[in-house]
């Protein structure tokens, strides 16, 4: 896939998911279910990780003494820590959903779920030759993106 499509696939996921757009670029917002006792709060609610790049998550529990979560990640792919630490695996199908849900445990009811969209990395180059007073010059550009 092209670096157009990935950023058509990243527009179409963020916009699906309500997101905006922070200062450096990147997406941000929580995901949120709220009772009149407790609230659980995920973030960050939209993520695009590469091959083996890794993303720190945090569950903050409103009204609560215990403020424990489990983490799952769905599909089970890559693996996420007790702490909230996803590790992209090094290979995976071009863009591959997953959702990071945390789970209170105090109240296995409250849950709170973020997006993960792994993206393959990109390589590229650009070559210009060109001729002046008859002397040919070449600039090369690589690009890798992760």
């Keep these: 896939m092209s670096l157009c499509g990935v950023a058509c696939s990243v527009a179409a996921l963020l916009g699906c998911a309500g997101a905006t757009s922070g200062g450096s670029g990147s997406p941000n917002g929580s995901a949120q279910l709220v009772s009149a006792s407790n609230s659980l709060q995920l973030t960050p609610r939209n993520v695009l990780l590469g091959p083996n790049a890794q993303q720190q998550f945090t569950a903050t529990s409103g009204n609560s003494s215990n403020t424990s979560v489990n983490w799952s990640v769905t599909?089970?792919?890559?693996?996420?820590?007790?702490?909230?630490?996803?590790?992209?695996?090094?290979?995976?199908?071009?863009?591959?959903?997953?959702?990071?849900?945390?789970?209170?445990?105090?109240?296995p009811s409250k849950q709170a779920s973020a997006n993960i969209l792994l993206v393959p990395s990109e390589a590229g180059a650009i070559q210009v030759t060109g001729s002046v007073g008859g002397l040919s010059h070449t600039v090369a550009i690589s690009l890798n993106v992760n």
């Design 75 to 107: 599909p089970a792919l890559g693996s996420i820590s007790a702490n909230g630490v996803y590790a992209a695996p090094s290979t995976f199908s071009p863009n591959q959903s997953l959702t990071v849900t945390a789970t209170s445990v105090a109240d």
